[in-house]
Each structure stands twice: as structure tokens, then as C-alpha cells.
Nanobody, 124 residues
Framework: QVELVESGGGLVQAGGSLRLSCAAS????????MGWFRQAPGKEREFVVA????????YQGDSVKGRFTISRDNAKNMVYLQMNSLKPEDTAVYYC?????????????????WGQGTQVTVSS
């Protein structure tokens, strides 16, 4: 198993930016697909973006295309989510997730390990 710890959430005004970080501990993470999901109050957890172990493939949800960027540093076992042009509808708890089998996709079931989440609140 891989332990994931998110950080970097907070309160920001609409149009602002935040950078989330996810620290992975356990076996080397370089072979894992890493993803970010989010869950707003009263809504299902939804896919945001994922990155392959090499960083060569990235898949984004439609709602964040052009605004959010995922990156990873395998040497540091870190994954980042740069969020720009934030909107009030981006308000949610953001979760980091790892797919140990390396699959790249939007389904929650593909991801084996989850962090505890970090709150992002965007005010209008």
C-alpha cells in the first residue's frame, strides 16, 4: 500500500490560483498512475485529472481543461495540482489517488489508495 497525504488547500477568491501537493510514502511511486478527484457537498466524487507514471500521458476532466495542470516528481514521490482561474464551482475536498496497476482512467475503482483530502474553497 501507498500512503498519500495532500496539502495546499485553502480559501481563495474567484480567478485566483492554488497549488495542491500530494506526498506518497511506501514503495517507490514511479510506476503508479496518480490522479486527483474532488467531492463537493452533496455530490459524488468526481475525476479531475490523472498522470501516468512517466508523466507522458495526462487525462483531464472537461470541467478543468485549460485551467488545471498536474505534474509529478518521482524522485521526491510528489504529485502536484496547479489550479488557475478558480471558480466557485471548484469548491470541494480534493483527493489524491494512486493506481498501483498503472491504469490511467476516470473511474474511482481504478485507484487503490487515497489520501484524506484537502479542502479548497473559492469565494465569489
Amino acid at each position: 500500500q501507498v500512503e498519500l497525504v495532500e496539502s495546499g488547500g485553502g480559501l481563495v477568491q474567484a480567478g485566483g490560483s492554488l497549488r495542491l501537493s500530494c506526498a506518497a510514502s511506501g514503495p517507490p511511486s514511479s510506476r503508479y498512475t496518480m490522479g486527483w478527484f474532488r467531492q463537493a457537498p452533496g455530490k459524488e466524487r468526481e475525476f479531475v485529472v490523472a498522470i501516468s507514471w512517466s508523466g507522458g500521458r495526462i487525462y483531464q476532466g472537461d470541467s478543468v481543461k485549460g485551467r488545471f495542470t498536474i505534474s509529478r516528481d518521482n524522485a521526491k514521490n510528489m504529485v502536484y495540482l496547479q489550479m488557475n482561474s478558480l471558480k466557485p464551482e471548484d469548491t470541494a475536498v480534493y483527493y489524491c489517488a494512486a493506481s498501483l496497476g498503472g491504469g490511467l482512467g476516470v473511474q474511482r475503482g481504478m485507484y487503490d489508495c487515497w489520501g484524506q483530502g484537502t479542502q479548497v474553497t473559492v469565494s465569489s
